[in-house]
Structures are given as C-alpha cells and as structure tokens.
C-alpha cells in the first residue's frame, strides 16, 4: 500500500521535472528483511583487518565443497526478484554435443546475429573470444566441445540497486569471483571470469533529464541529466537530441557510455572541447565491495569519487547511475578524404585518390598527422587508419571532426593541409565537408566479437612537437603498418581546462598532456592460433610497439583499449595516479570483492589458464599464501 502511494508520487514528481523514466524501482535497496530471509547476503562486517588470516587461497570455483548449493542459489534468485541467470555460451546452438543445439539458431549466428543487436542483449557475450578461452567459438561443424570457459557461471540481470547489492554481498561472504558485465565491449577479458557470478548492467536504462542542476557548494549549476549505468552511446544521443541538448559519448554507438566508458576514461570527438567522458561525471551512485550504496561527488565519498572517474571500472564499485553535464546543443562537421598508395595514379582531384610513388604516401601520411595539433587546438578530432590492403597497396584514411563548426568554416580549416598533401602530389580534394547535429548519430546498433590483439599509445604533446620523436614515431608507424598492422590514430587534446570542473580525476594524468591516442591493431586471428602461436604474435606486437613507446617519452596507454600484456601497465595505465588508486583500493575493497585483469590492485592474483594467452578460463588464485 505505501509502495505504491510512494511509486504514485514518484512518477508524478519525474513527470512535473521533465522528460525521463522514473528512478523509484532502479533505486530501491536491500532490506533488513530481506537479509533476514538469506543471511548470505548480509553486509560486510568484518573489520579490514581480520580478512587477510579468513580469506582462503582461492575463490570458490563449481565443484568445490565451499561452492553454494543449489538451494542457496535459488534463494540468492528469490532476494534478486528471480533476475538470476544460468547462461550458455551463445555459440553452444552449434555443438552437436550440447543439449542446446539447434540449427536454425547456429545460422542466425552464423550469418545474421552480428548485423542485430543479439550479442548485445546476451548476458555473457564479450568482444574477444580468447579473453574467455576460445572454448566455444561459432562454426558451422566445430570439433570439440562447448564449454562455459571464462564466462561467468550464473549472471545477475540487474535493473536495481537491490540485485546489485545482493550479488556483491553474495560474492563477498561466500568468497566467489564477482565480475561486471555492461556492453562487454572491453576486449581484454575484465568483464568475464570463469567460476563467477556476473553483474550484468545492461539494462539498467534509466534516465531523468535535470534542467538546473546545482552541485552543493556552487561549482556547477546548470542543466544536468541523471543516467543509468547500463545506457549505450545511442540511447544517450536519443535522449540528448530529444532534449536538445548534449551528452559526450563514444563514437561508436553501441559502447556504454556509463559503465566502462567513464570509469576508464572515455574519449569522444567532443575531447578537446568539454575533455573526457570522466570529466562529464558530477556524482557517482555506486555499490561499494561491504555492499553499501553510496554517493560520491566532490563533498562526499571523494575518494571514491575521484577512482571511478578514470581509474578503471570493475574496481573500485559497481557504478549504478551518475549525474553528467548537459551540454548546449552542438554541430559536428567532418571533413573526409582518402589516399591510396597504389597501381594507378588519380588525375582528377577528389576526396579519395590513388597515388603510386612510395614516398609520397609517407610524405603524405606524416603531413596529416602534422595536422594533429592544428586540428586540436582548434578544438577538433583528428581521426585516422592507415591500413594495408596488400603488399604493396596502403590506405590512409582521414576524417577531420570539428565540433561546433559549419562546414564552410571546416572547409577553410582543412585548406591548408590539403594544399600541403596537393603540393607533394596527392591531389585529394573535398567539395562540402558534411554536419550532423552531434546527437544525431546513427551508426549501427549491432556488432559481433573479434578475435584480435591491440595496444596503445598516448603522444605527449612535447614528443609529438619535438621533429626527432615526432618523425621517430612516424617511423614506428609506418614500419607496424608495412609490418601488416592497423594503425588507428585520434588526435584529441582533454586537457584540464577543457574537462572544466570537477577537474581533478583518477585519469591517467598523462591524458592531459596529450595530443594523440593511438592503437595498433594485429588482424592474427587468435581463433586457431596454438598456444606458441599466440604468443609470438604478441612478441611481434610488442617489438613494434617498442619504438613507438622509445619516441613518445613520457606517454602511457588508454587502459580501455589497451594490451594487456602492456610493459609496466601501472605506469602505463595510471601514471602518477597508481599509488593514490592503490591506497583508494585497499581501503575500499579490503576483500578484494572486485578484482579484473591489470586493474588498480590486481597483482595480488592471478587466473591459473590451461594456456599461455592470458584468457580468464581458469580460477582465481591468490599469488601466494596458503592453499
Ligand atoms: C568497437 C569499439 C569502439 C570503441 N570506441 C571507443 C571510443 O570511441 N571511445 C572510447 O573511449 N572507447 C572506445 N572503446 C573502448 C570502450 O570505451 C571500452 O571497451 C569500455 O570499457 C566499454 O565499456 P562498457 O561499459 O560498454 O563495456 P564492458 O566491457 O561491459 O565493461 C568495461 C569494463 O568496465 C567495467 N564496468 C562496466 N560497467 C560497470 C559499472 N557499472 N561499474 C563498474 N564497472 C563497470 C567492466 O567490469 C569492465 O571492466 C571502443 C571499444 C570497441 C570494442
Ligand atoms: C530464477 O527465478 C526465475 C523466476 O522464478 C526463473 O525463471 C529462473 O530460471 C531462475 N534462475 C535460475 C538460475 O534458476
Ligand atoms: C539472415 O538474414 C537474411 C536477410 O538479411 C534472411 O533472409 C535470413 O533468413 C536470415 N537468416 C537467419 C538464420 O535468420
Ligand atoms: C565431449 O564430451 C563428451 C561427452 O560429454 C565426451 O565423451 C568427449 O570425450 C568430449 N570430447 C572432447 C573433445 O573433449
Ligand atoms: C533482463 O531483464 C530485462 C528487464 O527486466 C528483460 O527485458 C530481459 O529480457 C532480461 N534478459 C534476459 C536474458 O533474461
Ligand atoms: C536548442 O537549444 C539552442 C541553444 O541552447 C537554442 O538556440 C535552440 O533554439 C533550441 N532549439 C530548439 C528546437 O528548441
Ligand atoms: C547544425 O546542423 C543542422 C543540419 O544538420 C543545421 O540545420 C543547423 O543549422 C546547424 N546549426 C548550426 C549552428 O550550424
Ligand atoms: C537527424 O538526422 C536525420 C537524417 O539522418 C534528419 O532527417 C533529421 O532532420 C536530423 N535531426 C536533427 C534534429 O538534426
């Protein structure tokens, strides 16, 4: 009776303040009834200093005594409302083997579900198939049989604070290996985990537009937008255009923009304009490891504040809403062309030409990124892949993204670079640079995983601006690119004064230095690649990195899409924030509830994998202690 004369008020009170879905359901939280009737997900009591002498060696893993029976995972299922899921591996409808095998369905995989959203709206599914063991990998006859690998064993289908606090207490006090699962687009395995229990944010959709929104203490007062954790790129757009207004959020639309992308960063063509997606972030709502619901912004839990705004997710919290800036609306103009190094020469100028002569490719290819710093400064995006086609055949790709500009004044910008690229004979030429209102994005809502391994690379500004590093690292890029890499490269410039308040942020602080984030990209399949195969292709990897890495001194690496096997990846990833994370991870998560591959903290365990790639197929171990 009071629930739902408080559910009445709340949506009457969401109605009066605008657009939105209310919040009342995804905000409701674990009762003290509740745990009377399950005592395993009561709250953390112990005090930090106990843990270390109770806590065994590993984390309980399916078929240990110590595991939950079935009993207790179908009461863990009643305290989440039934939203407890037993998933498969999607792939498994293509075993003969497996009880789940159908054919139809291994088709639709086969053929059509990567062009859906199905791998979207899959509880487990994540974009790397090595990072969860290649154990039951899509095809059309597959040997072997399908197992669950890395990927979790029971998954909660979260759409309140309540599930979320009840897995994290569950996880805890039964000492099982909890992951965080949102789109599942990170591609190193920091989302999977064999033997877990998976908290799945995906539809934790809810938004509520907040027109004036004032940070206590005056440091922000303006318009704001309350959102769940689970919202992909293309909803917030959705909302936004509705809206009229802004949300940063990544290029690729189907990333979720409040999960994995705020928390490891998040850059967007909106960068050197309003910074980081991180720096979007005014308060945080959050499921801490002892289970509580907390808020944190700049007066309260700042710790916690500050670590989940770039300093990793999975980690530190379970995010379940945040509270962002809402921009004014704003145009992006492109400015597109393409040279090709091959055969046949263009004569006629044009957005994409074909030129033959070697050095002029590279002549060509160095001018471009010269113009990185241009098109920073200037508040843009410089989006660029230089991909080998064959042998002897090289594509540069370019996109000049100039957010708030028409496209006259973009088409002036770019004048000067295209003059450069004429005068050394690429005669690319573009007519009428093309805008869209920045919200108004329709990249496809669909995607399938990949098999593949990156790395990355963030350029200081002063490396980028010193001619010996700058042609150094031309150099390692055309030598990855020769050697049959990808070399994806986004010029971007989030610095401090343009991320704005609240500024200070658990980001790699190299982030603010730099002027470019780059990714090398290795098309080796890892589907069929042994073991010895596998690693040699990373060794391959890492030796064209080196250089790169010697040329930009100072740079680190964007530890969402990252290696990671990267060198030193503390450094890399956080720089000369790490101890302060570190610190922030200790006192927060003393049971180390969270744990993720080269995260804040993790190097106290390790997965013990059947072989050298480093998949999350195994169990989680302690490095050392007793067993
Ligand atoms: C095709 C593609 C395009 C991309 N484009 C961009 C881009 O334009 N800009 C950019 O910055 N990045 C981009 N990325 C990288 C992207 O930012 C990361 O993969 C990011 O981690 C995805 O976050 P997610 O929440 O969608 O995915 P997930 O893989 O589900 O989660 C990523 C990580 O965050 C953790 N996590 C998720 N939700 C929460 C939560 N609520 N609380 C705590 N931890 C959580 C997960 O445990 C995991 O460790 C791209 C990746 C791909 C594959
Ligand atoms: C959890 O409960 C729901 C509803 O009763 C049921 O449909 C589902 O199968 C249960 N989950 C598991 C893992 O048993
Ligand atoms: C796949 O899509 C095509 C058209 O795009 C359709 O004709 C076909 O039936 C689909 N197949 C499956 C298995 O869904
Ligand atoms: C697959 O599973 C079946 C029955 O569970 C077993 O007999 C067979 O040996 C397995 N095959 C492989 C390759 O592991
Ligand atoms: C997860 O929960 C949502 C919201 O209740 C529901 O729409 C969706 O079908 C569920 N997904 C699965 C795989 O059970
Ligand atoms: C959108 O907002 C801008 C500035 O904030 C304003 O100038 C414009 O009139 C608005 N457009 C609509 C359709 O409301
Ligand atoms: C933004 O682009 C739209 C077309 O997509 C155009 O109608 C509008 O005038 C542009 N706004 C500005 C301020 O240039
Ligand atoms: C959004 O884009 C579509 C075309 O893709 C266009 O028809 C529509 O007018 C655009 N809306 C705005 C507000 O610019």
């Keep these: 009776m009071v629930l739902t004369f408080l559910t009445v008020v709340a949506v009457i009170a969401s109605i009066a303040e605008g657009l939105g879905f209310d919040f009342f359901d995804a905000d409701l939280q674990l009762t003290e ?181 004032k940070q206590p203490e005056g440091n922000y007062h303006g318009p704001a937008a309350r959102v769940g954790a689970g919202l992909q790129a293309w909803e917030a757009f959705r909302q936004a255009l509705k809206l009229n207004i802004t949300l940063t959020a990544a290029s690729c639309v189907t990333v979720g923009s409040y999960g994995g992308w705020i928390s490891g960063g998040g850059h967007s063509p909106l960068s050197s304009k309003f910074g980081l997606g991180a720096d979007q972030v005014l308060s945080i709502q959050a ?16 710790d916690m504040f500050f670590a989940l705004r770039g300093g990793g997710g999975s980690t530190f919290g379970v995010i379940t809403s945040v509270i962002v800036k809402a921009h004014p609306p704003i145009n992006l103009t492109i400015a597109s062309f393409t040279f090709t190094l091959g055969s046949s020469l263009s004569t006629e100028p044009g957005p994409s030409v074909t030129i033959t002569d070697k050095d002029t490719f590279w002549k060509g290819f160095n001018t471009v990124f010269q113009f990185g710093i241009t098109t920073v400064d200037a508040g843009g995006y410089l989006w660029t892949f230089g991909i080998p086609i064959t042998d002897v055949s090289i594509q540069m790709q370019v ?83 020769e050697g049959g890499y990808l070399f994806h490269g986004l010029n971007m410039a989030p610095t401090l004064r343009a991320a704005g308040f609240p500024a200070s942020a658990g980001v790699n602080p190299v982030w603010r230095e730099a002027v470019m984030h780059a990714d090398m990209f290795d098309p080796t399949s890892l589907s069929s690649a042994t073991p010895a195969e596998a690693e040699a292709a990373h060794t391959r990897l890492n030796a064209f990195m080196a250089p790169l890495r010697a040329a930009t001194p100072g740079g680190g690496a964007y530890l969402n899409e990252a290696d990671l096997e990267e060198p030193n990846w503390q450094q890399s990833f956080f720089g000369t924030n790490y101890e302060r994370l570190l610190q922030i991870k200790r006192l927060r998560d003393p049971w180390q509830v969270f744990w993720a591959p080269a995260t804040v903290g993790s ?3 390790i997965v013990t994998t059947p072989n050298q790639v480093p998949s999350q197929n195994g169990r989680l171990c302690r490095v050392s202690g007793e067993s």
């Design 287 to 302: 499921v801490t490891a002892d289970g509580r619901y907390i808020t944190a912004d700049p007066q309260t839990n700042q």
């Design 33 to 213: 009834q509740d745990i009377h009737n399950f005592k395993a997900i009561e709250f953390a009591s112990a005090p930090a200093s106990e843990i270390e002498k109770t806590n065994p060696r590993c984390k309980n893993f399916p078929g240990d005594g110590a595991w939950p029976t079935e009993t207790e995972w179908s009461q863990l299922n009643s305290s989440v409302g039934g939203a407890l899921l037993k998933p498969v591996p999607p792939a498994s409808v293509c075993y003969h083997s497996s009880p789940a095998f159908n054919e139809a369905a291994c088709n639709f995989l086969l053929n059509n579900a990567s062009r859906t959203s199905f791998y979207f709206d899959d509880p487990v599914t994540i974009f790397n198939y090595w990072a969860q063991g290649n154990t039951c990998l899509p095809a059309e006859n597959p040997t072997g049989n399908c197992t669950q690998g890395g990927y979790p064993v029971y998954v909660v289908n979260a759409t309140s604070v309540k599930q979320v606090q009840a897995a994290v207490n569950f996880a805890r006090n039964r000492n099982i290996r909890l992951v965080i699962k949102n789109t599942g687009h990170e591609s190193v395995g920091r989302n999977a985990g064999a033997g877990s229990l998976s908290i799945w944010t995906h539809h934790l959709k809810t938004f509520k537009f907040l027109p004036d929104y």
């Design 603 to 605: 190097e106290d365990w």
């Design 399 to 481: 996109q000049v993204q100039m957010p708030g500009q028409t496209p006259t004044e973009t088409a002036a910008f770019v004048k000067p670079l295209l003059t450069s690229l004429n005068t050394i004979g690429i005669p690319v030429a573009i007519t009428n640079p093309t805008t869209i209102v920045y919200s108004n994005q329709t990249g496809p809502i669909s995607g399938g995983p990949g098999n593949g391994r990156f790395a990355s690379r963030l350029f200081p500004r002063r490396a980028y601006q010193s001619p010996t590093l700058f042609n150094a690292a031309m150099a390692a890029a055309r030598a990855a690119i």
